[in-house]
C-alpha cells in the first residue's frame, strides 16, 4: 500500500504554535485523533511524528468508522431532503421514557 501524504498548515492555539491536520486524515485515522506523541527531528526541514494511541480507541475503530459512515449518511438525507424530517418532541420523549422504564442495562456486554 502506498503511503498517503496529508498537507498541514500552521496553527495558533492559544499561545501555542501548533499544525492543522486535514479532515481527511481523522477519518482515516481516527483513533490517532486524540492521540499524544512526541515528534523526532531527522533534520532541518524534516521531523517524524510518533504517536501513542489510546489502546481502548483502537479497539473500537471498526465500529466508529461503520458508526462514522451512517451518521454522515442521515446527515447527506437530511440535507438533500429537510422537509423530510420530523421534529423530537416532548410527547415523544415521554413514550420513550415509559417504554425504557425498568429497563436495566449491563454496560459490561
Do not use: C, W
Amino acid at each position: 500500500m502506498a503511503p498517503k501524504n496529508y498537507s498541514i498548515s500552521p496553527a495558533k492555539i492559544g499561545s501555542q504554535d501548533g499544525f492543522r491536520l486535514p479532515k481527511a486524515f481523522s477519518h482515516d485515522h481516527p483513533h490517532l485523533v486524540t492521540a499524544k506523541g512526541h515528534i523526532e527531528m531527522v533534520d532541518k526541514n524534516t521531523f517524524l511524528v510518533h504517536f501513542d494511541p489510546d489502546e481502548d480507541l483502537e479497539e473500537d475503530e471498526d465500529e466508529s468508522l461503520m458508526l462514522k459512515l451512517f451518521l454522515d449518511t442521515l446527515m447527506k438525507f437530511a440535507i438533500e431532503k429537510p422537509d423530510s424530517l420530523t421534529p423530537y418532541t416532548q410527547q415523544m420523549a415521554d413514550e420513550m421514557d415509559e417504554l425504557l422504564a425498568g429497563v436495566t442495562v449491563d454496560e459490561d456486554e
